[in-house]
């Protein structure tokens, strides 16, 4: 709630504790897996989830990897097709697609590495 109070003919908003909680909410990530609790103000919408910057990196870098094993994980199956091995030319194009996202892969890990500072589960 913002109240105003005059002195010496100036004007003066003020913003109490709740109004300045709702204008800042906390990270959502709320109680991490280590026990810790983020009290950080969350800035970034992530998946319906207000997060603080570090935490949306995190997620966003875990989302990635996820996404692109899936991929890595799909056309390894294709591969593994018998009558889509007889066929040379779609054989060579889903090897160079598993290529490619396999590269990309690397450094999604990466990326995810930076965001949760090397460990395995930051959150």
Do not use: W
């Not at 010496?8 to 709702?22: H, I, P």
Request: aromatic share 2%; net charge negative.
């Amino acid at each position: 709630m913002i109240t105003t109070h005059s002195h010496e003919g100036k004007d003066y908003y003020l913003l109490n504790a709740s109004a300045a909680a709702e204008a800042h909410p906390c990270c959502g990530v709320g109680k991490t897996l280590r026990g810790g609790e983020c009290d950080r103000s969350g800035e970034i919408e992530f998946q319906g989830l207000l997060l603080c910057e570090p935490h949306a990196e995190q997620l966003q870098a875990q989302d990635r990897t996820d996404l692109l094993e899936g991929i890595v994980s799909s056309l390894s199956l294709c591969l593994s097709s018998i009558p889509l091995r007889k066929n040379k030319e779609l054989s060579v194009m889903l090897r160079a697609q598993r290529a490619q996202a396999t590269r990309e892969l690397a450094h999604a890990r990466e990326d995810l590495r930076r965001a949760t500072g090397g460990k395995e589960e930051a959150l």
